[in-house]
């Protein structure tokens, strides 16, 4: 007796195939409804322009040596007045020799109020004058580094400062980003633009300085003042804080200072509206406060050090 199909019990090839090919459909179809919901949907983002080139005026400085600080008590050195509420004049400033070895490119401006919206995109809070080419004040030494930092990424330049520790703010060597200017690199300048003998010049003092005897107990647009090299405000307006931690000097010669470690207040230079003695504008004269500090009387300037990858851009 005969019995249907393979005498060896294997299934028919034909039989099989069909099989085969419902069975990896069913696991294709599968996969692709578990990987349709499992997956994140992608979201059609709306295009974003590019961030604005902010335009900071700048003067070339070229490096040099100069004497910094005052000659020792009975030698004719200045005694600091009485400084404003939270600041501390400062008394030790010995004289002695400095070398700066890299040009830089030195802010014509204090950073005006129409500056910060260019680079924050919202003006200052708090702001005592709203006055638009004003200079900023209100503006603690903290907010000053943040907007360096944040300028030098609007024009695409390496950040100077690295703030990613809460309590320390660290700055990049060889930087080519804004920056603040060391106490070394702002008396430089100073000492280039003005002469201690002009500010006992009372006609030099009013044009070039916003001092109380001229500025009506507020700040003024930067129209006043361009020294030697198209700086302003060196004198007056407000005082500015520079990079420095505060300490005293050394007699010894000092290559690129940037100040000791060992402090918790930073240094302000120059002077501002609000001064009544005027031999506190002389480019040797000191002031430091805590660098949460806000004060109505306080600003800042920038600069970045000259090289192609800069603010000025290789410019001579």
Known sequence: MSVAGNSDGKVPSGLFRPI????????????????RLTSPRRIKRPATKALAHWDYAVSLVHHGTLQMGRESPGMGRMSPPKAPAGFRALRDDSLHEVEL?????????EVSQRDWKAVMGERPDPLRVKCIDCPVEEASWLDA?????????KNGLQLCYDMTQVTT???????????????AEWEFVAQREIRESDLNNKEWVAENAVVAS???GSTRPRVRG?????????????????????????????????????SGRRVIRGCGYETQDVTTCAPTFRRAAPPETKSQYVGFRLLCTASPQSCGGGRS
């Open 20 to 35: 085969l090919i419902t069975v990896l459909l069913t696991l294709a179809i599968s996969l692709f409804v578990i990987l």
């Open 101 to 109: 070895t890299t040009d830089f490119y030195f802010g014509r401006f």
């Open 145 to 153: 580094v943040a907007l360096a930092n944040a300028a030098s990424q």
């Open 169 to 183: 703010v660290r700055r990049v060597p060889e930087c080519h980003g804004y920056r603040l200017p060391t106490e």
């Open 214 to 216: 001229n500025s009506g």
């Open 226 to 262: 361009a020294l030697l090299d198209g700086i302003f405000d060196l004198a007056g307006n407000v005082n500015e804080w520079v990079w420095d931690a505060y300490g005293a000097y050394s007699t010894a010669k000092a290559t690129d200072p940037m100040g000791t470690a060992q």
